[in-house]
């Protein structure tokens, strides 16, 4: 039982410390308007994957109450998600983008603070499937008990809340960790010169044939 719940734990902190659109927002809000809005993030961030967990915590419980010969084949499925989910932490648009100078976010008061980063992660799928398929890994140890279910909840809410911490204690490196470098390379450059260049000699031969 030790070693189920040490996996646990230790499976909660990578998923929670890799890169996210949540995580990245937090430290927005912090750069932005200053550390006081971690009183309003990260509770936010938290409800909406404790929202999230209660409802991928269901499926899972009825599996593993119900038919608990489908957890391991399902299980397999849930970890191969969990390597997609980690690829496509890496690569999320939003995360690798450059940072605007102003960077303009969607809420301003603190009840609207709170109330988007529980819309923002509650609103994606993708953190449902994850919990789900994180739960699928340990659905065996719970075999069919609520509390223990209820137990893994709190360890992962628990973890995810010292998790967002670290975008509010360094934000800047949060966002800088995967951002490209938006240096343009000397071969970017030379065929921005040849795009002007074709577009200022057709510019010019039109001229001439008026």
Request: aromatic content about 10%; hydrophobic content about 55%.
């Amino acid at each position: 039982m030790v070693e189920t719940w040490t996996a646990f734990c230790a499976a909660s902190i990578l998923l929670v410390l890799l890169p996210s659109p949540i995580a990245a927002l937090v430290a927005r809000f912090v750069l932005q308007r200053g550390r006081s809005t971690a009183f309003f993030t990260v509770p936010g961030a938290c409800l909406g994957f404790g929202a999230a967990l209660a409802v991928a915590s269901i499926p899972v419980l009825l599996l593993a109450t119900v038919l608990p010969q489908m957890i391991g084949p399902l299980a397999w499925l849930g970890f191969a998600y969990l390597m997609l989910y980690a690829l496509w932490s890496f690569q999320e648009p939003s995360i690798r983008g450059p940072l605007p100078a102003n960077d303009n976010l969607p809420a301003q008061q603190p009840v609207a603070v709170f109330a988007h980063l529980v819309a923002a992660t509650l609103g994606t799928g993708r953190y449902v499937a994850m919990l789900a398929a994180l739960l699928l890994q340990f659905a065996g140890t719970v075999s069919g008990n609520p509390a223990t279910m209820l137990e893994m909840q709190a360890v992962f809410l628990l973890v995810a809340a010292f998790g967002f911490l670290v975008p509010v204690a360094s934000p800047r490196w949060a966002l800088d960790r995967l951002r490209r470098r938006t240096v343009p390379g000397p071969a970017s450059h030379k065929l921005r010169t040849r795009f002007i260049a074709r577009r200022a000699v057709s510019a010019g031969y039109r001229r001439i044939a008026a």
